[in-house]
């Protein structure tokens, strides 16, 4: 994969020392292109998919800290010595890059029209987590035509082949492209705030994932869980979670887990400002050891086998399911 050695040697120099005794894993060199998933899925493909779980990281309403969430859980996940890929789903508006302190690249969008490979989009930001950059331009899962879709889902594949985790930061909002990556991921974490606005948008978003028009198909939603970011204290996450979960046990008969409660601190302004990740520039501020945290709740679900979808599918076979199947549905309207 491609580097960017004088804007991520910065931060690969704060993790060296930490995991520079670590093992390398044998599987961690980049996989041959794979062709764009059929319907069905190959057995070779979905194999392979078996490996890589996918988590979505998403929330209701924008401003809740959603990106710096996605990136430093995947820090995390790297650092316990997952092989992990953080993908920048906000089709159209991605910015984990910056917050990696990196230039304006190559991104998805090159991709998905052909004029790059993922081998010169992805970036290496240190050792076990690559980035794949999204960029600006990059229309909607359901907006592509059908060659450049092809080429999105056939990257998505190849991804999921050379990664162990894959976590995806998705847009902001109940839009078409974050219910179709939140509704086929193998664990979704829901983020809001303490505001009133944010927790009616968490729900608003679980809603739809699990009982609206996306959680209909035939796979639903592998799983969904409840992060409170910038909490006072542990008491009002808490309680913030007590209210979503009530809900979602009343009106959606689910019964919401607590991925984690993050505190409100000041290093996550300042990591922000600075373009540098909270948990590499301020490893032992409250926040970032909440975020480690929560990433000891995802890799708990990973070791036991909660968030394995059935089948085996990839992510790609599953979106290209649920995109076929409401294609199939506007065809039987006309």
């Known amino acids: 994969m491609s580097t960017v050695p004088d804007q991520a040697a910065r931060l690969r120099a704060l993790v060296e020392q930490a995991t520079r005794n670590l093992p390398a894993r044998a599987d961690a060199a980049p996989a041959a292109p794979v062709a764009p998933p059929a319907a069905g899925g190959g057995t070779a493909q979905a194999a392979a998919a078996r490996r890589c779980r996918v988590i979505a990281v998403a929330s209701g309403k924008g401003g809740v800290g959603k990106t710096t969430i996605a990136l430093n859980t995947a820090l995390c996940l790297a650092a316990e010595g997952v092989e992990t890929l953080l993908m920048d789903g906000d ?187 909270l948990t590499l520039m301020s490893p032992g501020s409250r926040a970032a050891c909440d975020v480690r945290d929560l990433s000891g709740f995802v890799m708990g679900r990973m070791r036991g086998g909660v968030v394995w979808r059935g089948g085996g599918e990839g992510l790609a076979q599953r979106l290209w399911r649920a995109v076929c199947g409401r294609a199939a549905e506007r065809a039987r309207e006309i």
Do not use: W
């Open 91 to 277: 089709l159209g508006l991605g910015n984990a890059d910056v917050l990696c302190g990196l230039a304006p690249g190559p991104h998805l969008g090159h991709v998905v029209d052909g004029s790059r490979t993922l081998d010169e989009v992805a970036v290496r930001i240190v050792p076990r987590m690559t980035l794949v950059p999204c960029g600006s331009g990059v229309a909607g899962l359901a907006d592509l035509g059908e060659e450049a879709r092809g080429r999105l889902l056939g990257a998505l594949a190849e991804l999921e082949r050379r990664t162990t985790a894959l976590v995806i930061d998705c847009g902001a909002g109940i839009g078409r492209g974050v219910l179709d990556l939140v509704s086929q991921a193998d664990l979704a974490l829901v983020v809001t705030t303490p505001e009133p606005t944010a927790i009616a948008d968490a729900y608003a978003l679980i809603k739809c994932a699990v009982g609206g028009e996306a959680g209909r198909g035939e796979s639903g939603v592998g799983g969904v869980a409840l992060v409170v970011n910038q909490a006072q204290d542990v008491r009002e996450g808490r309680a913030v979670f007590a209210r979503v979960k009530a809900v979602c046990d009343r009106f959606l008969a689910l019964d919401l887990p607590l991925a984690g409660v993050i505190l409100k601190d000041e290093a996550v302004g300042r990591a922000v400002r600075a373009r540098r990740p």
